[in-house]
């Protein structure tokens, strides 16, 4: 959160003046890229502008773990995208890891290398996003099949127009893609899916779950 | 939305931006910086009453009303110059204190301290920071701006008797600048920091650790306190002890003179330094402001 009065010069100055390994040519030549003048202040940009502020400031330093915590809370769903567009595109080299946790689990499912669910504090889910392709599969089934459909364990149903959407766990199930394709269309699930499926499993539990997600190198995000 | 770095990471090999060496002193040296972006009032205040009392004394001077020193009453011949420092150093402690009650409650009411935390600079660092610009700044520049003021103060007379035809060489030979400016100085730095200073860690402490209504927290203690010793002791010398210290008032600074910079003031910096009520308030005022580092490693926005 940057202080409202500060101005961009000043934030420039300060991070460059405490931080070892921030780059403030870096930084600048991000913030060449905006609209962003240097001697607005805070309290003067857009929500966008901070953001692109921020994020001009964090990627100039060389760090190799970045933790994100909710970074798109209050951003509009443009600002969102772009600030996933950015991180990966400037700042991610496949030597850093950058861990987020979001509630936003849609947005980021595709730019994660490993996932891991939290529940009040607690990691109730880990896999890479490798494992969790081949492991999990959503099929959509017609009413007639339903039935023949359940008797495979599906480990959460939701229902979509009429059609029944199983979220089976290929694992531990003797089941394969192939009798899934039978029964009817076979996707791939959100996490967000597999989110609800796993969470709502205990009643008791409050919806105050929270997914923490890590980018690139696992072992560094677990850490 | 907050952001986290780590400082220092455990390898070099793969960074591309070489660490720059950062001295101890530099964190110290933009926390300081920082403040004075934050908080202009530092200097905004004592600029604005400045100019006030300049232009209330161009005023008086060229319209006659305050007709007295110019006349050169060789008794106080510098009676404006000490009135107009005395508005400087009212507005000293003014700013002071407006500035220890909001320096640590606004950074965590805008959120702000996540940025600050994200960054290598310690939370002792930040605290000192602020303690230097009482002890430190804001006693040197009321110093250099209320010097300025004399100058032009001086100048402005001069002028007035130099229109009116009479000669200025009495007002400047009467009026010893440079002894005024030293004492200024020395009774800035002792009655307005130093002695005031366990009362400013204080107000610190509470700015870090109430959530709303500073003024009101850091007030109420003090009056329970007076309120009390009244009570059961009949006395009031606790309250005066705060007043003292907020106002700079000890006979330990200097003796002679009404004024502090007056002609017959004597300083007597030995007898400041080893006096013990000196000392006293700065182990108070160490235990305050090691309170307020300790708690704002914990705090985080309200």
């Known amino acids: ?63 190799k773990l970045l933790v994100l915590d909710e970074p798109t809370l209050g951003l509009d769903i443009l600002y969102r995208k772009q600030f996933y567009d950015s991180l990966l595109n400037d700042y991610f080299d496949r030597s850093r890891t950058i861990v987020v946790t979001t509630h936003q689990v849609d947005e980021i499912q595709d730019v994660l290398t490993d996932v891991m669910f939290i529940n009040r504090g607690r990691i109730v889910f880990t896999c890479s996003m490798e494992e969790f392709e081949s492991r999990y599969v959503e099929v959509m089934v017609n009413p007639e099949k339903a039935a023949t459909a359940r008797a495979l364990k599906p480990i959460h149903e939701r229902q979509a127009l009429s059609r029944s959407i199983l979220l089976f766990d290929l694992k531990p199930n003797a089941v394969d893609r192939q009798q899934l394709a039978a029964l009817g269309e076979v996707r791939r699930p959100s996490i967000a899916d597999l989110f609800v499926a796993m969470l709502s499993e205990k009643p008791g539990d409050k919806p105050d779950n929270q997914a923490g997600k890590a980018l690139g190198n696992y072992q560094g995000a677990a850490r | 939305m907050n952001t986290q770095s780590n400082a220092v990471p455990e390898s070099f090999e793969s960074s591309r931006t070489t660490p720059v060496a950062i001295s101890s002193t530099r964190p110290m040296y933009w926390s300081v910086r920082r403040e004075l972006w934050e908080n202009r009032s530092i200097y905004v205040a004592p600029l604005a009453v400045a100019s006030v009392a300049l232009f209330g004394f161009t005023l008086s001077s060229i319209a006659g009303i305050w007709e007295e020193p110019l006349r050169l009453n060789p008794a106080q011949p510098q009676a404006p110059y000490d009135i107009a420092a005395g508005m400087m150093m009212l507005t000293g402690i003014v700013v002071s204190v407006f500035y220890c009650l909001d320096s640590l409650h606004a950074e965590r009411r805008d959120r702000s301290i996540l940025f600050w935390k994200s960054l290598p600079v310690s939370d002792l660092t930040t605290v000192l920071a602020k303690a230097s610009i009482l002890l430190v ?25 130099v229109v009116s035809g009479m000669s200025v060489t009495a007002l400047w030979t009467n009026l010893s600048f ?31 650790w109430a959530r709303r209504a500073t003024f009101l927290w850091a007030a109420l203690p003090l009056i329970a306190i007076a309120g009390v010793e009244q009570i059961v002791f009949h006395t009031w010398h606790f309250a005066r002890l705060v007043g003292s210290r907020l106002i700079g008032d000890t006979q330990t600074i200097a003796a002679g003179g009404m004024f502090p910079t007056g002609p017959m003031t004597h300083i007597t910096p030995g007898r400041f330094l080893s006096s013990p009520g000196l000392w006293i308030g700065f182990a108070i005022a160490t235990a305050f402001l090691a309170a307020a580092v300790r708690l704002r490693r914990y705090q985080g926005p309200i």
């Open chain 1, 1 to 63: 959160m940057l202080p409202r009065w500060i101005r961009v010069s000043q934030a420039l100055e300060y991070v460059a003046g405490v931080h070892p390994r921030f780059d403030r040519a870096k930084a600048e030549g991000f913030l060449a890229k905006t609209t962003i003048r240097h001697n607005s202040k805070v309290r003067e940009l857009s929500k966008g502008m901070v953001v692109q502020l921020h994020l001009a400031l964090v990627m100039a330093i060389d760090a």
């Open chain 2, 137 to 161: 700044i804001l006693p040197l520049f009321t110093f250099a701006i209320t010097v300025a003021m004399q100058w032009l103060m001086l100048l402005v007379s001069s002028a007035v008797l």
């Open chain 2, 178 to 208: 440079l002894r005024m400016s030293l004492l200024l100085l020395y009774h800035l730095l002792t009655a307005h920091a130093l002695w005031p200073f366990p009362v400013y860690c204080w107000l610190l402490l509470v700015s870090g």
